[in-house]
């Protein structure tokens, strides 16, 4: 028995230096280890020994059971070392190789031409003002001339809230009434920026959200000639020296008279494209004289004061001013288009 024990001790050691690889010395163990290997098989019979010879083949199957894990153990490190050694090489980093360039982030294009207006307006000596995006009824519609039931809502189609007359404003004009209120009697020249909402179809001009610039200026002996001028001054400095505008008449529940400002479609020269409906013209603004219930509304008195409002669409003149055909670029999130700012 003895004999054949370390018979079983050579044929396993022969097998194990047969060993390449992780796996193959997995299946080694099993075979010359596990429990239906020889050696233990051999051990596991020794109750149908005689009664002196058990002690001798015990103390031999365990020295050689030792032998073969101890030798396991060290095959499996060389294993371990040279594994690591092939993947390290197969692996390795060519340092010559140029790097990957990390794209730096950058301002989006419609926080590009937010920032442009604001420079311009702040060179006029307008100040920003900021209002809140969700809105009362009353001083989204009812305080800028807008009643219960009248027509003209019907032009701006709202999200309601589950709260009774709380909406998302549907234009920056509520801000007119907050400015006028923190700062009346004084004079005031403020813009108000922020984004408002429409529950419109959407098309290559229109969105159902989009940032909005108001403009409102009030003071004493203020015209319509001062609106016309400080409009056509805006222009020239965001489109060029050369730029060709017009004013339509228009009309609009809190500003009497009213006009809509257009500017020269840049992408098709007047000549007419699907952006500006080949008409040659993209309108940028509307604007108007503040009408004298809204002054009023805002504690102003209308016999002692008066004054100009806009509201101008960023991404209408960033279509101007970078030839863009469709509005719903500005928040697709395509990096093909943004990285183009």
Not at 84 to 111: C, F, M, Q, W, Y
Not at 222 to 249: C, E, H
């Amino acid at each position: 028995m003895i004999e054949q024990l370390e018979q079983i001790e050579a044929n396993a050691m022969q097998a194990l230096a047969q060993v390449q690889s992780s796996a193959e010395l997995q299946t080694w163990q099993n075979a010359h280890l596990g429990k239906k290997s020889p050696l233990m098989l051999v051990i596991g019979n020794m109750q149908s020994l005689a009664k002196e010879e058990r002690p001798l083949v015990g103390q031999a199957g365990n020295r050689i059971k030792n032998n073969l894990q101890t030798a396991a153990s060290a095959r499996a490190e060389s294993l371990a070392v040279a594994e690591l050694s092939a993947k390290l090489k197969a692996e390795s980093i060519d340092v010559t190789l140029p790097g990957r360039p990390h794209s730096g982030g950058r301002l989006h294009v419609s926080n590009q031409v937010l920032r442009q207006i604001y420079a311009i307006w702040a060179e006029m000596g307008f100040q920003v003002y900021r209002s809140r995006d969700v809105e009362t009824d009353e001083y989204n519609f009812q305080l800028l001339n807008f009643p219960v039931g009248h027509p003209a809502r019907e032009m701006q189609d709202t999200f309601h809230t589950h709260i009774p007359d709380v909406i998302l404003r549907t234009h920056t004009s509520p801000g007119q009434i907050h400015a006028m209120r923190q700062f009346c009697p004084e004079p005031i020249r403020v813009i108000l920026p922020g984004m408002c909402y429409r529950y419109e179809q959407i098309t290559t001009r229109s969105e159902v959200q989009f940032h909005q610039i108001e403009g409102l200026a009030v003071g004493r002996n203020i015209t319509f000639s001062d609106l016309k001028g400080t409009l056509t001054d805006f222009a020239r400095r965001m489109f060029g020296q050369g730029v060709r505008t017009r004013f339509r008449t228009s009309y609009f529940p809190f500003t009497e008279p009213s006009a809509e400002m257009d500017v020269e479609c840049f992408l098709c020269s007047g000549k007419g494209c699907k952006v500006c409906k080949y008409a040659g013209w993209l309108e940028i603004l509307g604007c108007g004289m503040v009408h004298p219930v809204v002054l009023s509304n805002g504690g102003y008195d209308p016999q002692a004061f008066t004054g100009f409002a806009f509201g101008m669409g960023p991404e209408r003149i960033a279509m101007l001013k970078y030839a863009i055909e469709d509005i719903r670029y500005f928040w697709g999130n395509d990096l093909r288009f943004l990285k183009q700012f």
